[in-house]
């Protein structure tokens, strides 16, 4: 399962790489976007009044991709010989050990501001995101998502979760493993297909970028609120 914040160290957050992502490519990348900072004001309100969990909305959808965590870890190493570690249970919640220069606030600890929870990690360079999702959606990606063009093309915030992570960790690679196990016999050959994607720099630079305006904008609001005060 997929984490992201820019809240204090205990705040778990889903919703950061849609809006980081939000027309990143066909924008300059210094342009934060409106849901970028309605989700930076969300957090800066929370750091604020120490609402530090965010209340989560499980869907019958979202409960069948906790389920299947497992399982689909379990069947990307039968079927590629990839030893991955630090999943299910054991899934690590990381966060980057290094600065970032926000104007006005100079080299702030990204560690304060963003992470991710692996679904799972290969090695030392490199990563796994699952996806279980309704075998409607499933189908409809595999007739589309072959490449890591075609997942950019087809379903940017995997993408871009995906080139968060990356980020975050540091790492190399990582491979997308779509995946339902409840086709038949007769259609198992659609139960999984797994994709690799390789760090983009250009694309990497750009997420960073937006990362700049989202925690600088979240530290204007907390001064802000300080201000208020006098």
């Not at 090695?123 to 309704?134: N, T, Y």
């Not at 198992?188 to 690799?196: D, F």
């Amino acid at each position: 399962m997929f984490r992201s914040w820019l809240g204090s160290a205990a705040t778990q957050a889903v919703g950061l790489v849609g809006p980081l992502a939000e027309r990143i490519v066909d924008d300059a990348p210094d342009k934060i976007p409106e849901g970028l900072i309605t989700y930076a004001e969300e957090c800066a309100v929370e750091h604020m009044t120490q609402n530090l969990i965010r209340e989560e909305f499980d869907t019958k959808y979202t409960i069948h991709g906790h389920e299947k965590e497992v399982p689909t870890m379990m069947a990307f190493m039968e079927e590629t010989g990839i030893e991955a570690y630090n999943f299910g249970d054991d899934q690590e919640f990381i966060t980057p050990n290094r600065t970032l220069y926000v104007e006005g606030y100079g080299e702030v600890n990204l560690g304060d501001h963003v992470g991710c929870t692996p679904d799972g990690l290969i090695g030392l360079k490199g990563g796994v995101e699952g996806k279980a999702r309704s075998s409607k959606e499933h189908f409809k990606r595999l007739k589309s998502i072959f490449t890591q063009e075609d997942l950019l093309t087809h379903d940017k915030y995997v993408y871009w979760q995906i080139m968060f992570s990356l980020w975050v960790t540091g790492r190399q690679s990582w491979y997308l493993v779509m995946f339902d196990d409840r086709f038949t016999e007769d259609f198992k050959h659609l139960r999984m297909r797994i994709v690799r994607v390789d760090r983009n720099e250009d694309h990497i630079s750009k997420l960073e970028e937006r990362v700049k305006l989202a925690i600088k904008f979240k530290l204007d609001q907390i001064a802000r609120a300080v201000e208020l005060a006098g």
